[in-house]
């Protein structure tokens, strides 16, 4: 092959469509799966959880979770059961819409043990920075709990050095 067509051919690879960036497709609608989550399956349904806090779409982010949902803040400083009353908890949380909402900075996925974690910031009230750490069940998240520092710094200062 000469090098002209190589080179061709390797320019029409690097700027194929299929290798820009594209926004997360919403996932879960409180449906479950038969086989284990994959890490990239997880993190589309941690983004879902978020495109529905962002949009408020409290549906979207429930439905992410099982009927029998626990989301805890330990020591019980903010405890939901089941997805009716994280329906609820979603729909108070997210008026009016903003679009940097819920974020998630890192997250990683033990596709094994089907647990996982996101740090995130979320912006409501007041600004949060924070991480989850989560248990799935047939492809939903049945277990929330999250440790999180009430900060008004943008995620860059708030982390600083460590970064």
């Not at 007041?126 to 520092?149: F, M, P, S």
Request: proline share 6%; aromatic share 12%.
């Amino acid at each position: 092959m000469n090098r002209s067509l190589a080179a061709l051919l390797l320019l029409s690879v690097l700027i194929s469509p299929s290798r820009q960036v594209q926004k997360p497709v919403p996932v879960c609608g409180g449906q479950t799966q038969a086989v284990p989550l994959s890490a990239a399956a997880f993190r589309a349904m941690l983004d879902s959880v978020a495109v529905g806090w962002n949009s408020a779409r409290p549906e979207l982010a429930a439905g992410c979770f099982t009927e029998t949902a626990v989301y805890l803040e330990p020591p019980d400083r903010q405890l939901y059961r089941g997805r009716a009353a994280l329906l609820a908890f979603f729909a108070a949380s997210i008026l009016p819409a903003r679009a940097d909402r819920m974020r998630w900075q890192v997250t990683a996925f033990d596709s094994t043990r089907q647990v996982g974690f996101g740090e995130y910031t979320y912006r409501g009230r007041q600004n949060y920075h924070g991480v989850a750490v989560l248990q799935l069940q047939a492809g939903l998240i049945q277990t929330w709990r999250e440790y999180q520092y009430g900060s008004p710094l943008d995620w860059e200062q708030f982390v600083g050095a460590s970064r």
